[in-house]
């Protein structure tokens, strides 16, 4: 188990890949911080790890304020000593034809 005691920060932990991927680290044994700015999931899914038996620790984040993720990773690093692996998995869908998105969508989701 590669992964056992290491400290795994996975972003967009509410649903989908990174719901998956913290399931699937906290079978490996990793210690969890799971992030999304969906706080009713990451409540579900941080339920989940610790039937696993997994510590779990939710930082409720939104990505698209920049300003602000300096200092809870700063504050992450505190906590935890350490940050072994990053998963920057968070993201939005857009389901439009490119002529009929604006570039200000196209640069919210880049």
């Known amino acids: 188990m590669f992964f056992k005691n290491k400290v795994v920060w996975i972003t967009g ?3 989908g890949i ?3 991927l913290t399931y699937e680290f906290a079978h490996q044994g990793a210690k969890l911080i799971i992030s999304s700015n969906q706080q009713q999931e990451l409540e579900k899914v941080k339920l989940q790890c610790e039937k696993l038996g997994v510590d779990c620790f939710i930082q409720f984040l939104d990505i698209t304020e920049i300003d602000k993720m300096q200092t809870i990773t700063d504050g992450l690093v505190s906590k ?3 940050i ?3 998963v ?3 993201g939005i869908s857009q389901r439009s034809m490119v002529i009929d998105t604006s570039i200000d969508i196209d640069r919210k989701i880049m």
Do not use: I, P, R, Y
């Open 13 to 15: 932990a509410s649903s």
């Open 18 to 20: 990174g719901e998956a």
């Open 80 to 82: 935890f000593g350490q």
């Open 84 to 86: 072994d692996v990053l």
């Open 88 to 90: 920057n998995n968070a």
